[in-house]
């Protein structure tokens, strides 16, 4: 079956301090990656999505950037954060098929201080 | 521009009592439509989900929702609520893309609050 991890479950980060963040993904091939932020209260927002190694489609300009180096594993980056870029970071997949689900793994908390 | 509208950000009810989430969309195609909850700190979960076909669809934990094109409306339905549903409840449109869907647009979430 399959199965989706993110790293670190809670980060606590300085402003001007660099992020990366990693999403892996076990037991499908050529999955759709997502990365989603859910600022406090509100909903999620996409923020960057790929359909392949090395292809990514940046939905929100802003501080961060996402790579895809394999196939199951995408990351988000960022040089120096900023207080907004508080929230939970959730990581997502879904199968190549017209009607397969997104699935969603357990998000990261990160705190900017 | 594709939208989703959950009018009610806070619902509190009874356990044992019936429970309707509303969601509306705004989607020039007939969309595929997702609902999905989330227990605090954690991930989402998908409940149910509507591609075509019957507009009743089941989901798990006993949830169900109607599909109601002339509405743009896709509410959410469970006849008896019990404590452990009390979480935030997301609704959420995928846009088509080459025959099947690519991004998931979310509603703002409403958040189940269930009294004894």
């Known amino acids: 079956s399959q199965t989706i991890h993110q790293w670190p479950a809670t980060l606590v980060q300085p402003v001007g301090s660099p992020l990366s963040l990693e999403c892996t993904v076990e037991?499908?091939?050529?999955?759709?990656l997502y990365w989603y932020r859910q600022a406090a209260g509100r909903g999620l927002q996409l923020l960057f999505y790929?359909?392949?190694?090395?292809?990514i489609s940046s939905e929100v300009p802003q501080n961060l950037s996402a790579s895809r180096p394999q196939d199951r594993q995408f990351i988000l980056s960022s040089k120096k954060l900023l207080l907004s870029d508080s929230g939970f970071y959730l990581c997502?997949?879904?199968?190549?098929?017209?009607?397969?689900?997104?699935?969603f793994g357990p998000g990261t908390r990160l705190t900017v201080l | 521009a594709q939208s989703v509208t959950q009018p009610d950000i806070h619902i509190t009810v009874s356990e044992g009592a019936s429970l309707e989430l509303r969601c509306n969309y705004s989607?020039?195609?007939?969309?595929?439509l997702f609902w999905y909850v989330q227990s605090p700190g954690q991930g989402l979960q998908l409940l149910l989900k509507?591609?075509?076909?019957?507009?009743l669809v089941q989901g798990i934990k006993g949830f169900e929702a109607e599909f109601k094109r002339s509405q743009s409306s896709f509410n959410l339905r469970k006849p008896s609520v019990h404590w452990s549903d009390a979480a935030e409840y997301f609704c959420?449109?995928?846009?088509?893309?080459?025959?099947?869907?690519?991004?998931?647009?979310f509603g703002a979430g409403t958040r189940l609050a269930v009294h004894p």
């Open positions: 997502a997949w879904r199968g190549g098929g017209a009607g397969d689900t997104q699935y």
């Open positions: 037991g499908t091939s050529n999955p759709n």
């Open positions: 790929s359909v392949g190694i090395g292809q």
């Open positions: 989607y020039g195609a007939t969309p595929y």
């Open positions: 509507y591609f075509s076909g019957d507009t």
């Open positions: 959420a449109v995928g846009t088509r893309f080459s025959g099947g869907y690519n991004k998931l647009i």
